[in-house]
């Protein structure tokens, strides 16, 4: 049974950068990508990053929305059972859920419909 839980949100202040932690279980050590998304507050979820073992875009593992990217860092761990998120420098905009999703394969997609697995969300509220 695959498995995702996420950890790390709360209340953080304004500036400070805070890591999200994603753990999935029950998938193959490899042949999976993991995504962040986030849901603000009376907004549609949207996409964050992802990253995969199995993908290479110049040189990268990762891909990020194009507005978001520089604010946020995804990386996955040796283990290949996790994968964080770093917001860098979070302001206020950045409160949401931010929920973990995962699909078997190397998958290049924004859209949640491309994923399969998802966690329950963990929820940061950045403070002014």
């Known amino acids: 049974q695959v498995q995702l839980k996420e950890s790390g949100g709360g209340l953080t202040p304004a500036g400070e950068s805070t890591v999200l932690s994603c753990t999935i279980s029950?998938?193959?050590?490899?042949?999976?990508?993991v995504a962040w998304f986030r849901q603000a507050p009376g907004k549609e979820r949207e996409f964050v990053a992802a990253f995969s073992w199995n993908i290479s875009l110049n040189g990268d593992n990762a891909y990020y929305q194009e507005n978001l990217k520089g604010r946020f860092a995804i990386s996955g761990g040796e283990m290949k059972d996790t994968v964080n998120l770093r917001l860098n420098s979070p302001e206020p905009e950045d409160t949401a859920v931010y929920y973990c999703?995962?699909?078997?394969?190397?998958?290049?997609?924004?859209?949640?419909?491309?994923?399969?697995?998802w966690g329950r969300g963990t929820r940061v509220t950045v403070s002014s």
């Open positions: 029950g998938m193959s050590f490899t042949g999976k990508t």
């Open positions: 999703a995962a699909v078997r394969g190397a998958v290049i997609s924004t859209h949640q419909s491309s994923f399969t697995y």
